[in-house]
């Protein structure tokens, strides 16, 4: 079997940005709003604000949220085309790993049949 880490890496920490029950409440709220500055963010979600930095950065390292300065503030946006690839691409492999599911009882039989 050959594993690239450095993928499987890269893919977990993009499920846990998006898996976590505070940055999926951040993220639902920056999508209502469409565009937020992290005051808004903090301060109507009644967090912490270094609470509300370190999600947020981990959901900028994912490339799930998107930022633009306008003026003294940094506004967030969802990043909708990576997360729709994201989920996308965890759809497919749900999908795949079902599919494995069923193959493997069915070719156990065969075997067993042969043998």
């Known amino acids: 079997m050959n594993i690239n880490l450095k993928k499987l890496e ?20 920056i999508d209502k709003n469409k565009e937020i500055n992290v005051n808004k963010i903090y301060g109507s979600l009644r967090l912490e604000q270094s609470i509300t930095s370190q999600h947020l950065k981990i959901m900028r390292d994912a490339h799930v949220v998107k930022t633009e300065r306008k003026g003294k503030f940094i506004i967030y946006s969802v990043n909708y085309d990576a997360v729709n690839h994201y989920l ?19 070719a156990a039989k065969k075997k067993a049949a042969k043998a």
Not at 20 to 26: A, E
Not at 91 to 104: H, I, P, R
């Open 10 to 29: 890269t893919a977990a920490e993009i499920i846990r940005a998006i898996s976590h029950p505070i940055r999926l409440k951040i993220l639902a709220f």
């Open 88 to 106: 996308s691409c965890i759809d497919t492999f749900l999908e795949n790993l079902q599919t494995a599911k069923k193959e493997k009882p069915a």
